[in-house]
Nanobody, 125 residues
Framework: VQLQASGGGSVQAGGSLRLSCAASERTFIFAMAWFRQALGKEREFVATIAWSGGSTNYADSVKGRFTISRDKSEKMVWLQMNNLKPEDTAVYYC????????????????????WGQGTQVTVSS
C-alpha cells in the first residue's frame, strides 16, 4: 500500500508549507509519521503522532517550527512547517504504522510498514 502525500514545493527561508497525507483504509493504525531524506543523506525522522491519543514527538531540529496533526474521521495527517530553513530541503515521506510498539520506537523507520511516494520541499536562502 502506498500512501498519498502532497503539499511540497519551493519557498524562501522563513516561509511556510503544509504537507498532507491520506492514511490507508485498514482498521488498526497506531501511529503516523513524517520522515525526510536530503540528497546524499540517510532518511531521518521528523515527527510522529499517535493515531488514537494524538501524542506527538519531534526531531530536535524541527521542534518549535513544525507541527504534526491528524484527523481520524478524515483519515488524514498533516505537517505544518513554519520558519523553514535551507537545511529543511529534502524529500518528505509520510509513513503509517499498523503495529503496536513502545513509544520511542515510533521515532524510527522500522515502526512503519506503509509509506508514501515522497514530496519535494526546497527552501532557498
Amino acid at each position: 500500500v502506498q500512501l498519498q502525500a502532497s503539499g511540497g514545493g519551493s519557498v524562501q527561508a522563513g516561509g511556510s508549507l503544509r504537507l498532507s497525507c491520506a492514511a490507508s483504509e485498514r482498521t488498526f493504525i497506531f501511529a503516523m509519521a513524517w520522515f525526510r531524506q536530503a540528497l546524499g543523506k540517510e532518511r531521518e525522522f521528523v515527527a510522529t503522532i499517535a493515531w488514537s491519543g494524538g501524542s506527538t514527538n519531534y526531531a530536535d531540529s524541527v521542534k518549535g517550527r513544525f507541527t504534526i496533526s491528524r484527523d481520524k474521521s478524515e483519515k488524514m495527517v498533516w505537517l505544518q512547517m513554519n520558519n523553514l530553513k535551507p537545511e529543511d530541503t529534502a524529500v518528505y515521506y509520510c509513513a503509517e504504522g499498523g503495529t503496536l510498539y513502545s513509544s520511542p520506537y515510533y521515532s524510527t523507520s522500522g515502526a512503519y510498514d506503509y509509506w508514501g511516494q515522497g514530496t519535494q520541499v526546497t527552501v532557498s536562502s
